[in-house]
């Protein structure tokens, strides 16, 4: 399937700004399953310097400086890129979750796609005792990992209601498990704790998912605007398998990946400073559209 993206960012800011500079994560790269036909960013007002780099993760960065005073930033990111992801294995047939986190543990790789970077605590997933005994009533000893974190999934989509009003970017991971509430940012953050809190490798995945249902199928939530999910390390042999607890959904050919890290930290899509006084308001607009 070939997904033609459009995502628009504007920044409204109540005094002049003088000078910014910004970090985007706004181009996807090409992974398993995914190749990147073509992309384009434009930014208004237009940057003195622009230049771009792949991060550690192998996320493609792109940093820019702005000394043009503006009221007003916009950022237009355009993609085209084709997904054919292979369908995920049998999850009964999958590592028994205690080998798969034995595994991982005894990594010595510090490669990018290493499990080592997924176990351990990040800034917005520290361990909460809580969120790890929710998870622990899907992994029964013995079980295959991916039956049992498709198990925690679907718990999560039935226990968890979607409310964009819920939260913010920077509510605590505690505070979103003890409302039951959130977006697909919580929910993510809340399964790789809940994980990591059992010693298994979880990544945290920016992206999109369709904007338009397939003919009678429902709409996605998270659909027109950014989305994220989990990728859970299974073992040598299978690796990486993304799940969406926001939709119960293993990752497959409605999802296009942006970026991957440790958390939202690490693939937030704009980062930066500026100079200049007073709040700011921020409007996103994502078109996620199939061609025919």
Same mark, same amino acid.
């Given at each position: 399937?070939?997904?033609?993206?459009?995502? =628009?960012?504007?920044?409204?800011?109540?005094?002049? %700004?003088?000078?910014?500079?910004?970090?985007?994560?706004?181009?996807?790269? $090409? /992974?398993?399953?995914?190749? =990147?036909?073509? *992309?384009?960013?434009?930014? $208004?007002?237009? &940057?003195?310097?622009?230049? /771009?780099?792949?991060?550690?993760?192998?996320? +493609?960065?792109?940093?820019?400086?702005?000394?043009?005073?503006?009221?007003?930033?916009?950022?237009?990111?355009?993609?085209? %890129?084709?997904?054919? +992801? &292979?369908?995920?294995?049998?999850?009964?047939?999958?590592?028994?979750?205690?080998?798969?986190?034995?595994?991982?543990?005894?990594?010595?790789?510090?490669?990018?796609?290493?499990?080592?970077?997924?176990?351990?605590?990040?800034? @917005?997933?520290?361990?909460?005792?809580?969120?790890?005994?929710?998870?622990?009533?899907? @992994?029964? !000893?013995? +079980?295959? =990992?991916?039956?049992?974190? *498709?198990?925690? #999934?679907?718990?999560?989509?039935?226990?968890?209601?979607? $409310?964009?009003?819920?939260?913010? =970017? *920077?509510? !605590?991971?505690?505070?979103?498990?003890?409302?039951?509430?959130?977006?697909?940012?919580?929910?993510?953050?809340?399964?790789?704790?809940?994980?990591?809190?059992?010693?298994?490798?979880?990544?945290?995945?920016?992206?999109?998912? +369709? *904007?338009?249902?397939? /003919?009678?199928?429902?709409?996605?939530?998270?659909?027109?605007? #950014?989305?994220?999910?989990?990728?859970?390390?299974?073992?040598?042999?299978?690796?990486?398998?993304?799940?969406?607890?926001?939709?119960?959904?293993?990752?497959?050919?409605?999802?296009?990946?942006?970026?991957?890290?440790?958390?939202?930290?690490?693939?937030? &899509?704009?980062?930066?400073?500026?100079?200049?006084?007073?709040?700011?308001?921020?409007?996103?607009?994502?078109?996620? %559209?199939?061609?025919?």
């Amino acid at each position: 399937m070939i997904y033609d993206i459009r995502h =628009v960012t504007l920044y409204e800011y109540a005094s002049l %700004v003088t000078f910014s500079h910004c970090a985007l994560r706004l181009l996807p790269h $090409d /992974e398993p399953g995914q190749i =990147v036909l073509a *992309t384009s960013l434009t930014v $208004d007002p237009v &940057p003195r310097e622009m230049d /771009e780099r792949p991060c550690f993760f192998g996320n +493609r960065v792109t940093s820019l400086t702005i000394a043009t005073a503006h009221h007003r930033l916009i950022v237009e990111a355009r993609a085209s %890129v084709d997904v054919a +992801r &292979p369908p995920p294995p049998d999850a009964a047939t999958t590592e028994a979750w205690e080998n798969v986190r034995d595994a991982a543990f005894a990594s010595d790789s510090l490669s990018a796609d290493s499990p080592a970077h997924f176990l351990h605590p990040s800034r @917005f997933v520290p361990l909460y005792a809580p969120v790890t005994d929710y998870a622990r009533q899907s @992994f029964a !000893p013995g +079980r295959p =990992v991916l039956e049992a974190a *498709t198990e925690l #999934m679907q718990r999560m989509r039935n226990d968890f209601a979607y $409310d964009p009003k819920a939260t913010v =970017v *920077t509510t !605590p991971l505690s505070e979103a498990f003890q409302k039951r509430c959130g977006v697909c940012q919580d929910f993510a953050h809340i399964m790789i704790a809940g994980l990591r809190g059992l010693g298994l490798p979880a990544a945290y995945v920016s992206g999109y998912i +369709r *904007t338009i249902p397939p /003919e009678g199928g429902q709409r996605l939530e998270g659909a027109d605007a #950014m989305h994220a999910w989990v990728a859970l390390w299974c073992g040598e042999g299978v690796g990486f398998i993304g799940l969406d607890p926001t939709n119960a959904l293993l990752v497959g050919n409605d999802h296009i990946s942006l970026a991957r890290g440790r958390d939202y930290a690490d693939v937030s &899509p704009v980062s930066g400073i500026l100079l200049g006084a007073g709040d700011q308001e921020i409007d996103v607009r994502v078109d996620v %559209v199939p061609r025919p």
